[in-house]
């Protein structure tokens, strides 16, 4: 039996704010002696809104009542209502997610479609989205071979590169088109960080300069060699470091990339090149799109076209996809229940090697929590092949050794495995973390990375608990 539930998707970036809604097809695939397994078949986007500059107050804040009447004004043009809607994300990206009240504009859009997967995405989960937007996962799945998206928006540059389908890393840089803005035909605003870098290129750019356009392609220019910096294919200069966002660090100079995408509003004009009006949009972003053209580094590897560019990096919102965990499971009581964990998703080949399993598991937390962070995820795996005792418990210790730096009393551990060893796995990891540490251990559930799942309270006697997987739908 199938059902048709409405869906809307709502980002807020650095530059633009945007909605789409969708018409998402579910339907039950499993058979009548199986498990009800309910899968998306079908996606139908029915609405595209105008895309507008994010309202600021000012450099630190988002102007929440203007974006809400944007979005308010959308639902009128869709001719749709908070009531028509079953499910949607807000998602707050790049510089946007980092001024003061991104939390307070989650909060008020979120109350116009009930069950919102909401989050202020970090640049690592930014470059993930924008990625699976574009289409780099699929691309590099069906042409087996590793491929690296850059979504160049206004403020900073996510980078996430996919082997064979598979999340290998993320990066992301503080380059941007709206790092440099100009107005009335001069320099009205440029990022500290840029500034610096200009300076270090004996580039002269300061606030209250004429816009020459020779001198701002130069720096443009900069920019774009730092890009083919980043994804490994020209050697990095001694200022590159710097340019990464918050601290952050670059790509393992072990992934060699064979092909790249573009996404985010620059991507446009990489991949339909402007020649006039460079300022049309008040910034250098058509400056940038063009440098990357120019740039020769990026001649060395093949270049795919994106299924989305400036939409890329969330144009619909998840189903609820409702499951139920197999019997054998272990919860805490006192802890369900559990709504909007994102799923951190392990390869079956780290679960070979359970040495790497425990590098990979912290590098992945940290995209989805940001370092030092205590905010709950769910680690999710096969298990296919742990199902002996010393098995589990190996596994056990390789996932206590993952989760070292996330090891926080109070947030509780939740495993989500496919294979049928969610007891004895959670009993193993309450023994080797401490009787005081919450564990929630379930199986029989299928996921994968950047989704999001709740976890409802025990039913059936207690014996299962019910999981609803949130997959955020992309326009593919």
């Not at 300061?206 to 730092?226: F, N």
């Not at 009581?333 to 559990?338: G, R």
């Amino acid at each position: 039996m199938k059902e048709v539930i409405n869906s809307v998707g709502i980002d807020i970036g650095t530059s633009t704010t945007q909605l789409i809604f969708s018409k998402l097809t579910i339907e039950n695939l499993a058979t009548s002696y199986t498990v009800p397994r309910i899968t998306i078949v079908d996606t139908e986007v029915v609405y595209r809104s105008e895309i507008y500059f994010t309202p600021l107050t000012n450099d630190t804040s988002i102007d929440a009542d203007r974006v809400k009447k944007i979005v308010q004004e959308e639902y009128r043009k869709a001719g749709m209502k908070p009531s028509d809607l079953q499910t949607g994300a807000v998602i707050i990206t790049g510089e946007t997610a980092r001024k003061e009240n991104a939390n307070e504009v989650l909060s008020a859009l979120s109350d116009l479609a009930g069950e919102f997967v909401v989050a202020t995405a970090g640049p690592d989960l930014e470059s993930v989205l924008s990625a699976r937007g574009a289409g780099a996962d699929t691309m590099s799945k069906d042409n087996r071979n590793t491929v690296a998206n850059i979504d160049i928006g206004g403020g900073t540059s996510n980078i996430a590169v996919f082997r064979k389908g598979e999340l290998i890393g993320t990066s992301c840089l503080d380059i941007g088109g709206r790092l440099v803005k100009v107005e009335d035909g001069r320099i009205s605003y440029i990022y500290d960080k840029i500034a610096d870098f200009a300076r270090e290129n004996g580039i002269s750019v300061k606030i209250g300069d004429y816009a020459d356009e020779s001198v701002l392609k130069k720096l443009a220019s900069l920019m774009a060699e730092q890009l083919a910096m980043a994804v490994g294919i020209k050697p990095k200069d001694e200022f590159h470091k710097r340019l990464y966002t918050n601290e952050g660090v670059p790509l393992s100079e072990n992934i060699k990339i064979d092909a790249i995408t573009y996404s985010g509003g620059v991507a446009d004009i990489i991949y339909h090149p402007v020649t006039d009006d460079w300022f049309r949009y008040g910034d250098i972003g058509p400056m940038l799109g063009m440098a990357i053209n120019q740039t020769t580094s990026f001649d060395s590897v093949q270049r795919y076209d994106s299924i989305e560019t400036i939409r890329a990096t969330v144009v619909g919102a998840g189903t609820h996809t409702t499951e139920v965990s197999g019997s054998t499971i272990r919860y805490e009581e006192n802890v369900l229940p559990l709504k909007n964990l994102p799923v951190v998703k392990m390869r079956k080949e780290d679960e070979d090697n359970l040495e790497e399993f425990s590098r990979r598991l912290s590098e992945k937390i940290e995209i989805f929590t940001g370092r030092g962070a205590d905010d709950c995820v769910a680690v999710a795996i096969s298990g296919e092949k742990h199902t002996s005792f010393k098995a589990i418990q190996e596994l056990a210790k390789a996932i206590v050794e993952g989760l070292e730096d996330y090891n926080k009393l109070g947030t509780p551990v939740v495993i989500v495995s496919e294979s049928d060893i969610g007891k004895v796995l959670g009993n193993a990891l309450k023994v080797q973390m401490g009787m005081d540490r919450k564990i929630l251990s379930i199986d029989n559930i299928f996921v994968k990375d950047g989704d999001y799942i709740d976890i409802g309270e025990p039913v059936a006697g207690g014996r299962v608990v019910p999981v609803v997987t949130k997959t955020l739908i992309f326009n593919r």
